[in-house]
């Protein structure tokens, strides 16, 4: 493992000697006074060992000379589980209430520091490994979809008397007052129709299961 760059061991050398409050929970819940913010929010925005996501982010981006979004999302993949609190209202557009506004504390800070090559190396990994599921998942499911064009019918929402002896289902369904839903996990008592393909026969039936 390389050296941290001099930019990188400042950090190390400034956040890995801070305290940080560990729990604010037992400062209460609820709205620090006339500010639209959580009291664990201003505790924690108070707190010399701690940087929000924006701040840390900047921090790093001075550092290494990455972008935003590049340094983001190194943090968000070395602190999966951010330090969290509510803060600042959501526009209507985006659903209304209130903002999240994550924290780092200066252990997390200095670990990331520490640490920058190896969960940069870490994250490019997963995104290949991401990728290489993404193309067998959909080479699988490419797979089962030509078998099924050449060896099945679809059958679309009929009722569970008349779906075919070799059937594969896909859905489930109900047709409520505001149209139709799936009907997995309901218990109402509403006819269920059902949607998917049927073969000529069994064989073909266990044929398409046993894809890989």
Not at 107 to 131: F, G, H
Not at 184 to 197: D, N, P, R, V
Request: proline letters at 2%; hydrophobic letters at 35%.
């Amino acid at each position: 493992m390389s050296r941290p760059t001099n930019k990188l061991e400042a950090i190390i050398n400034k956040y890995c000697g801070i305290q940080h409050n560990d729990d604010n929970y037992s400062i209460g819940g609820g709205l620090d006074g006339e500010k639209f913010a959580s009291r664990r929010h201003e505790d924690a925005k108070d707190d010399h060992g701690k940087l929000t996501l924006g701040e840390a982010t900047q921090l790093f981006k001075k550092a290494t000379g990455l972008d935003i979004d590049a340094v983001r999302e190194v943090l968000e993949y070395a602190v999966p589980n951010m330090e969290w609190h509510h803060a600042g209202k959501l526009p209507k557009a985006y659903g209304g209430g209130m903002k999240k506004t994550y924290f780092l504390n200066a252990k997390e800070i200095c670990d990331c520091a520490t640490n920058w090559e190896v969960y940069t190396q870490k994250l490019a990994l997963s995104k290949v490994a991401a990728r290489e599921a993404a193309d067998l998942k959909k080479s699988f499911e490419n797979r089962k979809l030509e078998f099924l064009k050449a060896n099945s019918e679809l059958i679309f929402r009929v009722e569970a008397a008349d779906r075919p002896t070799f059937f594969y289902e896909t859905d489930k369904e109900m047709n409520g007052k505001y149209g139709w839903f799936s009907s997995y996990g309901k218990s109402y008592k509403m006819t269920e129709y059902f949607t998917g393909y049927e073969f000529k026969t069994e064989e073909l039936r266990v044929q398409f299961l046993s894809i890989k």
